[in-house]
Each structure stands twice: as C-alpha cells, then as structure tokens.
C-alpha cells in the first residue's frame, strides 16, 4: 500500500485499523513494565477514587479546623518566634475535631458500656438511612434523563406506609419487617409515579410536579398524624387529651402528657415497629402522645 492511499481525501475520517492489519514492523509488541499495569489498574479503580476522595476531604475539613480555630490564629502571630507553637495548637484543633467527629458519629468509648458507646453510630445509620434511599430514588431517575426533586415527599409516604403496616397488623418479626419494608417501597413508588404519569401524559414538568408534591406528601402526613379517627391513624380522643374538659379544643391545642423513654440505640430488632426508625428516621415508641405541630 503506498504512501497516497493511506492519506485519506480533505475532509474525509480515516476509517479504523484493527490491530492485525497494522504492519509488523510498526507494531509495538514490547511488554510493559510490571509497575506500569499495576499503577494503572489501581488509578482505572473505582473504590481508589471515593477512598481519595475521602482523603481529600479530610485535608480541606483540616485546613479549615486550622484556619478558624482561636487558638492556632493566636499561636501564629508569633509564628517565627516559637514555630512550635503554631504546629502543637494545629495538631490539636484538627485532632481534637476529628476525635469528636468520631465519637459523635461513630464509637464513644468515654459512654461506659457497649449499648451506649455504640449509640452513636446507630443514631447516624438512623439518620442516613432516609438519604441514601433518597439518594438511590434519585439517582435511578437521573440515568433515565429525568429530575427527581420529589425525594423528600416520597420518603414521607413511604414512612406513612410503613408505620400504618407496622401498627395495623400482629405478625412475627421477620414477616412484619419485610411487610413493612415492601409497604414502603410501594409507597413511595406510587407517589413517585404521579410525576411519571403527568409527564408521559400532559407533558408536565417533573421538577416542578415532584416539587409540589413535596409539600402535598407534606401535609397529607400532618393531616394523618393531627386528626383523630383519620384513615390510617389509631388514635382516639381519649388518648390524646387530658381530659373531658379539653375535648373542644382544636387537637394543636390540647395539652399533652409526655412520658419519659429512656435513651437507647435506635437499631434493635426487639419490636418490628422500631425499624420503620430507618424509613421515617423518627423513632416510634407506643404510647407516646404526638407532638403539638404534627
């Protein structure tokens, strides 16, 4: 083949050589060094990003736990007289940021015994919980080219769905938890279906439907929980009032009784009502009267 027929025309994209077609002697057959493929397949992985990532963030959350911290701004001004100082008050502030972060978030070993340095964590997988699904929901609606904004309004009917499981039947533990667990998943994704079935249908907005719905789900819940003898709610006047004499009353007025709960880690499996703690990230404990504002 000569020199003009493998320069393509003006214009024109070359078309694909495959590997066999190259010629010998062009070829580059040398194997590459062991170190090159290894540093490769480890920049190429998927887990080195999100661990670089959090790395990352740990050197930014330092800076700024230096920066603002009084006491290193303090030790600086005589930074070139005593450098030490400077790094002793850094080391401090940003250990002494990330230890409480830990302890906070994650174990106390300063609580005494294990139910309650472990409480920590319990409390933020209660917490997560509700935005990882949101953020999956939300996700999923994102690589099919639509903009998911409803996540909030869905958690809260899926939560509804789920306590009304939870309270409405006496089933084992394992049956009641996967009930409940496929009551909310039904839920949320029927509320999220009516974004879906205005788009298809009308052309609406998703982000403006999904939006509104929010505030819908919002006040549908508020409704529920407000109003004595509502579908889905067991609760009667009896329960929540103190008295005869409160009965006229609107249900935000009446005074409550409130009974102390002592504290414990959220994530147990002794009654299956208190799993829906993840779904809702409230804990449901029986008995306990509903708060004024809903």
């Known amino acids: 083949m000569s020199d003009d027929q493998q320069i393509p025309p003006h214009g ?15 070829r580059d057959d040398s194997p590459q060094p062991a170190a090159n493929r290894v540093l490769r ?42 450098p030490g100082d400077t790094f002793a008050a850094i080391w401090n502030a940003v250990l002494g940021g990330y230890t409480a972060l830990f302890e906070g978030a994650i174990f106390n070993p300063k609580r005494g015994d294990f139910l309650r ?12 919980t509700p935005l990882i699904a949101a953020g999956l929901g ?3 609606t994102f690589r099919v080219g639509m903009f998911n904004i409803g996540g909030r309004g869905q958690i809260l009917i899926a939560a509804a769905c789920a306590g009304w499981v939870s309270w409405s039947f006496e089933l084992p533990a394992p049956v009641h938890i996967l009930l ?11 509320w ?9 249908r009308t052309g609406a907005h998703e982000v403006i439907v999904t939006i509104m719905l929010n505030y819908v789900a919002l006040y549908l819940i508020s409704f529920l929980l407000k109003t004595p003898g509502a579908p889905g709610t067991r609760l009667q006047h009896s329960e929540i009032t103190t008295g005869p004499a409160e009965r006229h009353l609107p249900l935000a007025d009446r005074p409550h009784r409130r009974r102390r709960v002592p504290r414990a880690p959220r994530i147990h499996l002794r009654d299956p009502r208190d799993c ?4 809702s990230a409230q804990p449901l404990e029986p008995g306990l009267p509903l708060p004024r504002g809903g």
């Open 276 to 279: 829906l703690g993840l779904v």
């Open 12 to 26: 024109q994209v070359p078309e694909p050589v495959e590997p066999e077609q190259v010629p010998a002697a062009q």
């Open 180 to 190: 409940a667990t496929v009551a909310a998943i039904v839920g949320g994704a029927l």
């Open 117 to 128: 340095a472990i409480k920590p964590l319990s409390d933020t997988l209660t917490f997560a």
């Open 41 to 82: 397949e480890i920049f190429s992985a998927g887990w080195l990003i999100s661990v670089l990532a959090i790395v990352i963030a740990l050197l930014v959350g330092a800076v700024l736990i230096a920066v603002t911290d009084p006491t290193v701004q303090k030790a600086s001004g005589y930074f070139f007289a005593r």
């Open 138 to 140: 939300v996700a999923l």
């Open 192 to 200: 999220a279906g009516i974004a879906g079935v205005l788009k298809a």
